[in-house]
């Protein structure tokens, strides 16, 4: 193992996990693994774990919230590759009940064994699908009003404050009301005459002052869009770290993702403070 | 989270998938809307990582790392297999400042947790430039050209730093990394 060469593998290695190869680098890539007796999915697993830690590090807390109807895309998307999968499974049961065994007895009934074994897939393909279908109508999420309602009537220690106007020339004609319970580690935040963002440009971002934390370093709420509709949005808190004893809350106009540490420049509502 | 929500998935659980988008769904989608040019874009590329994930489930293992990193490894190759079927992302996010560069160092306090505060401890240890490259390389998606000229670096010059950068972070964070037998170590 030459020196130059285990230094270029780890070059095409690292290449092929930042930014892809070439079909010529691939080749010498597979040569050089071959060479070093290194099995190339392992290899590449390797890498590619670095670059996704390091992707994990640099994204931080910028995680921004998927569009709505994405989310809903993505669960069916979910549903039909759990459909897809269940059907394979549920060919498994028919056979399983019709195991290969007992073929000898079945020819004796031979025009009965296609319809026994239709009779019995459908069945179990309708008992799949109202197991399916009652198992969706249990794990729907309730409305984000609801969820709000739900604090409010659990809550123990849920502290709720109207918003009052931010110096920011941005705020529009903001009202609505913030909660949110330390024990339970959740709010929600309800916004009428904010004016939407275009979220390609900037995002909202909500700020938590903490007792039990330094003033000037607020927790982040998380980020949020008010679309163009207008009405009242509803917004749930995310705080990214524990809140202890929440007493202030701020929302920001920021750049899209929200930052780490906010230059306060556009305060459009408090709460608190 | 007591069994891995992968491990379900793989298991056929549909309740599990259902956690799996409400825990890594924000994260793809961050990703993906920063590395490509647009939101429709993003979206397919999310739809098109997720499924990936479903069908890959059964491989995670979590002795050799976290959900989350092997999510963010398939939908990073997705991203990258994108982004070079078009030819690399043109520069076309504003670049990042040094707040962004100061901010991930900043971060290493939040309560996180050990394999990220790891990560970041490591990239503390990163020259600047190193950082920078690897930044726009991971998170904007940019190619080793697109970053050259974007901060008037030579092309070499830059995989130079994204190599030394991410070999570095590798030996940094040896032990939460897959290795299989006989491979390069870092």
Redesign the interface.
């Known amino acids: 193992m030459t020196e130059a060469r285990k230094q270029r593998l780890e070059e095409l290695l690292a290449d092929r996990a930042l930014w892809g190869l070439e079909e010529g680098e691939q080749q010498e890539l597979r040569h050089l693994l071959d060479e070093f007796g290194l099995d190339e999915q392992e290899a590449l697993d390797s890498w590619e774990t670095s670059t996704s830690l390091l992707t994990v590090a640099f994204l931080g807390n910028r995680e921004e919230n998927m569009p709505e109807g994405l989310a809903k895309t993505l669960e069916t998307d979910a549903l039909k590759h759990f459909l897809k999968n269940q059907s394979m499974s549920l060919e498994d049961v028919s056979n399983a009940i019709e195991p290969e065994e007992h073929k000898p007895r079945l020819t004796a009934v031979p025009a009965s064994r296609p319809w026994a074994s239709w009779l019995l897939t459908a069945a179990a393909v309708l008992l799949s699908a109202f197991l399916i279908a009652d198992r969706f109508a249990t794990e729907t999420l309730p409305s984000l009003a609801d969820q709000r309602s739900e604090l409010v009537a659990s809550a123990t220690d849920l502290l709720r404050y109207d918003w009052s106007e931010g110096p920011s020339d941005l705020r529009g004609q903001p009202s609505g009301d913030v909660m949110w319970s330390d024990e339970q580690q959740s709010g929600f935040m309800t916004f009428r005459g904010l004016p939407a963002n275009d979220k390609q440009s900037t995002q909202y971002q909500l700020w938590i002052f903490d007792k039990e934390r330094d003033a000037a370093k607020p927790v982040d709420g998380g980020v949020f869009d008010i679309p163009a509709e207008g009405g009242e949005v509803i917004v749930p808190i995310e705080a990214k770290i524990d809140v202890r004893e929440a007493f202030g809350f701020a929302v920001t106009v920021e750049e899209p993702g929200g930052v780490v540490v906010s230059e306060r420049e556009h305060i459009v509502v408090l709460a608190g403070l | 989270m007591d069994t891995p929500s992968l491990t379900s998935v793989a298991a056929?659980n549909?309740?599990a998938?259902?956690s799996c988008?409400q825990a890594y769904?924000?994260?793809v989608?961050?990703?993906a809307?920063?590395a490509l040019a647009s939101?429709e874009e993003a979206?397919d590329a999310?739809?098109e990582i997720?499924?990936e994930v479903?069908?890959n489930a059964e491989r995670f293992d979590p002795e050799?790392?976290s959900e989350?990193?092997?999510i963010?490894?398939i939908?990073?190759?997705r991203l990258?297999?994108r982004?070079?079927r078009q030819g690399g992302r043109p520069g076309a996010e504003p670049l990042p400042d040094g707040?962004e560069l100061v901010?991930?160092e900043?971060?290493k306090s939040?309560?996180l947790e050990d394999?990220?505060e790891r990560?970041?401890a490591a990239?503390a240890q990163l020259k600047p430039e190193q950082k920078l490259v690897?930044?726009l390389?991971?998170?904007h998606g940019e190619?080793?050209r697109a970053i050259g000229e974007r901060i008037g670096m030579p092309l070499g010059t830059v995989?130079s730093h994204?190599?030394r950068g991410?070999?570095r972070?590798?030996e940094l964070?040896a032990d939460?990394?897959?290795?299989?037998p006989?491979?390069?170590t870092p």
């Open positions: 056929g549909l309740g998938m259902d988008l769904g924000r994260v989608w961050s990703l809307r920063r939101d979206e999310t739809q997720f499924l479903w069908k050799r790392g989350k990193t092997f963010l490894t939908a990073r190759r990258v297999d982004l070079r707040d901010a991930v900043e971060r939040a309560d394999e990220v990560v970041y990239l690897l930044e390389c991971l998170i190619s080793h995989k994204a190599r991410l070999k972070v590798r964070l939460c990394l897959p290795m299989s006989g491979e390069v």
